[in-house]
């Protein structure tokens, strides 16, 4: 069935470190990976998304890197700040028409 | 990006009523919306694809005559939670597809709906 594992659950950082999220998903035909940041009470936003024909993306502090092989992408942030504090959903389109969500992971960075 | 409004932002009900959640795509045609359900601290869960003009699919484990869907226009899907209990509380969300060459696959939430059932 449909799977999107994430690690970590909690994650921990200095202001001005790095950050990555990690998932993995079970259909090899999946070609749509999005990551949204969800604050408490509020709704997911899109903030990087990847397709299976590219391997790599960046957008200023965030990139995505997929492994089609491995079947795992990941999520990187670089020189983290508080406003980066919220909760990180991987996704991964199943089937062309069902978006199956990670477990989420809290970020918080620490100034 | 797309917009999708969903309203109420917040309802409370009383045990055994009936409350409907509206979602509208705002600046697009969205032939599938999907409503999710988030409890505290949890992932997003799907519970159900709207189709515009046809019956909605349902997930596994999901009462489909509890969780009323109807998607009568390509912009306004709808959510009745019937015969409300406690245990429905939840933050219940929508989100649609955005469809198109340079679009693809990308989904748009809406701002989510706050059930409380007393």
């Known amino acids: ?111 | 990006g797309a917009v999708v409004s969903q309203h109420p932002s917040r309802v409370i009900c009383k045990s055994g009523t009936s409350v409907k959640i509206e979602c509208r795509s705002l600046d697009f045609q969205a032939t599938t919306m999907f409503w999710y359900r988030q409890f505290p601290k949890q992932s997003l869960m799907l519970m159900a694809t709207s189709n515009e003009g046809s019956k909605a699919t349902y997930e596994q484990g999901v009462e489909k005559d509890k969780f009323l869907i109807n998607h009568a226009s390509l912009t306004l899907s709808t959510l009745t939670v019937t015969s409300a209990h406690p245990e429905d509380s939840s933050f219940y969300i929508c989100s649609a597809r955005v469809q198109g060459t340079s679009s693809g696959n990308t989904i748009y939430f809406g701002e989510g709906s706050w059930l409380t059932v007393v």
């Open chain 1, 1 to 111: 069935g449909e799977n999107v594992e994430q690690h970590p659950s909690t994650l921990s950082v200095q202001e001005g470190d790095s950050a990555v999220i990690k998932c993995t998903y079970s259909d090899s035909a999946s070609n749509y990976f999005p990551w949204y940041k969800q604050e408490l009470g509020k709704r997911p936003q899109l903030i990087i998304d990847i397709r299976s024909n590219v391997g790599e993306k960046k957008d200023q502090r965030i990139a995505v890197t997929l492994n089609k092989t491995a079947k795992h992408f990941s999520l990187h942030i670089t020189e983290t700040q508080p406003e980066d504090s919220a909760v990180y959903f991987c996704a991964a389109f199943y089937y062309g028409n069902k978006l199956v969500f990670g477990a989420g992971t809290i970020l918080r960075v620490k100034s």
